[in-house]
């Protein structure tokens, strides 16, 4: 399996921004994906994920703001991010893993299998 995240870029704060990311296989539709991300100096985090069937999770300082969904269709995931600052500035990763996560493992990157190239996203103030 491979993973392409792209949507990255320059936004100012306030300003909204769509990551997407397309993975290759024919089993997308089962595999839970993840989104995370690594700001610089800082341990990669945890920002949402979804299990085939539609369950979400999200970190809890992002739940309002992003929305994660899916188009077992087209193999691709997406963040919506809403409301973006400045401290959203990072590098943002897709993942999949091979099982249906319950919502708590989700959030461990441990968990995936696959991880994309990642994208930058900046957000100036």
């Known amino acids: 399996v491979q993973l392409q995240a792209s949507g990255g870029g320059l936004v100012q704060a306030g300003g909204s921004q769509r990551l997407s990311c397309a993975a290759s296989?024919?089993?997308?539709?089962?595999?839970?994906v993840g989104w995370f991300r690594q700001a610089p100096g800082k341990e990669r985090e945890f920002v949402a994920g979804?299990?085939?069937?539609?369950?979400?999770s999200y970190a809890d300082p992002l739940k309002g703001r992003f929305t994660i969904s899916r188009d077992n269709a087209k193999n691709t995931a997406y963040l919506q991010m809403n409301s973006l600052k400045p401290e959203d500035t990072a590098v943002y990763y897709c993942?999949?893993?091979?099982?249906?996560?319950?919502?708590?493992?989700?959030?461990?990157?441990?968990?995936?299998?696959?991880w994309g190239q990642g994208t930058q996203v900046t957000v100036s103030s």
């Open positions: 993942a999949l893993s091979r099982g249906a996560l319950i919502t708590s493992a989700m959030r461990g990157a441990r968990t995936y299998d696959y």
């Open positions: 296989g024919r089993t997308f539709s089962t595999y839970t």
């Open positions: 979804i299990r085939s069937g539609g369950i979400t």
